[in-house]
């Protein structure tokens, strides 16, 4: 089933996946196992590197994603992973 918004955009729902779509086609699935939500965003090609948030700037380089109110890339590059997790 599905359902579409007057500008376009449209929400789809199959059992327990939920596809939502804008009209420049930037996507957000949801899956619901019940216990945890699987959330994928994808954005639309024009929106590539246009974008801020806490999800990166979608330019396909994770090493910017994270970056400071002003602008500034922090680099995790010297982390190891399993140094951010609490013990």
Do not use: C, K
């Not at 779509?21 to 699987?38: A, C, G, Y």
């Not at 246009?50 to 995790?76: I, R, W």
């Amino acid at each position: 089933e599905s359902v579409s918004f007057d500008g376009g955009g449209q929400v789809s729902f199959r059992g327990q996946r939920y596809l939502v779509t804008w009209p420049d086609q930037t996507t957000v699935e949801v899956i619901d196992h019940r216990v945890i939500l699987d959330v994928v965003v994808r954005l639309a090609p024009a929106r590539a590197g246009a974008v801020t948030g806490l999800l990166g700037n979608g330019d396909g380089n994770s090493a910017n994603d994270l970056t400071t109110s002003d602008g500034e890339v922090v680099d995790l590059s010297g982390l190891a992973p399993d140094s951010m997790l609490e013990r």
